[in-house]
């Protein structure tokens, strides 16, 4: 451990701010206090609680002076008495809103601080939690849509998920006391539906020899993909590793630069093989070498909003732009579900699902939701990801959901294609919560000049990550084009797409077999004409 004591000691000369203002209190504090804070009005609200250990807890109060909550859905997988739940208190509380996020699960917003303190406790009275939602904590580890579900799956992983999450959830010594947020995702099928490879801790599923585990990657972040550690983790083996990580990281993370404090920077110190090591000796494990990873058929959705998972299983897609849902939306999923005797799976993509057996499904596409919804099932919704902008976060450039939808619009009126795929995933900032970095085609909000010379709301584009047989990391073709520009730059990307694809070829396969062996300026050339 002595290389990890001089990085932490290096690194930790200075606290950042944050870590100052953790030494005020104790998060749960706030937690047994939220009645009173609730009662007493925003006037009465310290900075360090609105700015740190509400966050602690979902809660994240935004400049118009009501808060974003977000709900921590384990694996995505929502019971229809919670669905239910949420869907209610979106109507009574939320103004009917709710974001789906990337890390499958649900934001509700515009959430008095009057009612704060009911809304949480009406989530926890049917098993929904908020905590460590936010800031310098474990964020939901999420896994595919499917786990567990039809000839696809090999690891049923949400077994894994709720040990992972007993190690943390709700105990006070891990309650935002992690140097930085810290992701985790397992996978269990064989294709990556769940952006494997872009998190902080990434178990994907592999075999080695006869026997079924993970291969493990560490140090993913916004638009960096993690790396491979070399190791197999048996089955047996993953929660002790998942705890030896997490130890690690708390005890040895930098809490100077915070944007410099993610697991990534710890390896990127100390070394790959320094910290292989000091996981061996954390859990004393005897750990094999990577096996071959089985996670290499790509997810591929088409117009019919339907994936037949076996003989007994279906899901039903309901393609949900850029995430932006309704409380009364999601009381008709419950409904629905409930008289189809099925599931909900929430999406990193911004969508779900309704599990059912097949001769159900008709009922669920005769369902007016459906047919809303419907119309989304085509190339460019499908696979579509926005954050939230200028509208509801401080930090957005622009608006960036009603430009990934304009873009999506805009792009099925010009270039439908059928039995297509393409990622498409938008940051309404560098921070990157649309995972643009990773995406088939990215944007990232950002501000531009127009043609005489006005400040307009632009993108940079990224072009080419990879996610099916490789952990990839888009490259910037364009940088700080008007969206105007953009939409005509991307449609000439999509003609180009169109024209020279293979029959069913996606467009990641596409640029692994033409883009990617391109220059950016070869690939500026072709979308300009030149």
Known sequence: MDVLEQAYEQRNKKLNKIEKIKELKVPMSIYKGLETISSKGLQALKDEDSSFFLKCFGAFLKKDGKFMLRVRIPAGQLSVEQAMKIGEVSKNYCEDYM??????????????????????????????????????????????????????????????????????LEKEEWIGTLPRKFNTAILGMNMNDCNIYGHDCCFVVAQKEEELGFNLYLGGRVGIQAKDTGLFIRKNQVVSVFNAVINLFKTYGFRDNRNKNRLHFLLEAVG???????????????????????????????????????????????????????????????????????????????????????????????????????????TYFNHLIACAGTATCAFGVIANKPDAIEMSNFLQREVPIKGAKVRMYWSACPKGCGIHGVADIGFEGCKAKDLDGNNVDGVHIYLGGKATKEAKEARVIYKALPLKDAQYKVKKL????????????SFEAFDTRVLSLMSVDKVVEMIEGK
């Open 99 to 168: 974001d789906i996020t990337t890390r499958q699960q649900i934001e509700l917003r515009y959430i008095k601080i009057s009612d704060l303190y009911t809304v949480i406790k009406e989530l926890e009275s049917v098993g929904i939690s908020t905590f460590q939602t936010g800031v310098d904590n474990f964020r939901n580890i999420v896994t595919s849509s499917f786990d567990g579900l039809g000839n696809k799956s090999i690891i049923k992983v949400k077994p894994f998920i709720d040990e992972m999450q007993s190690i943390f």
């Open 272 to 378: 790959m093989e320094t910290f292989i090591d000091a996981i061996k000796k954390y859990q004393d494990l005897e750990l094999d070498s990577s096996g071959k990873i089985l996670a290499t058929e790509e997810f591929l959705l088409d117009e019919s909003g339907l994936l037949e998972l076996d003989k007994e299983k279906s899901a039903v897609h309901l393609s949900i732009p850029s995430g932006i849902f309704t409380g009364d939306s999601l009381i008709e999923v419950a409904k629905t579900t409930k008289e189809v005797g099925g599931e909900i799976r929430l999406s990193i993509e911004q969508s779900l699902y309704i599990i059912t057996a097949p001769e159900k499904v008709k009922k669920v596409k005769e369902s007016m939701l459906f047919e809303i919804y419907s119309r989304y099932h085509n």
């Open 494 to 505: 999509m003609e180009i797409y169109r024209d020279d694809r293979k029959e069913k070829e």
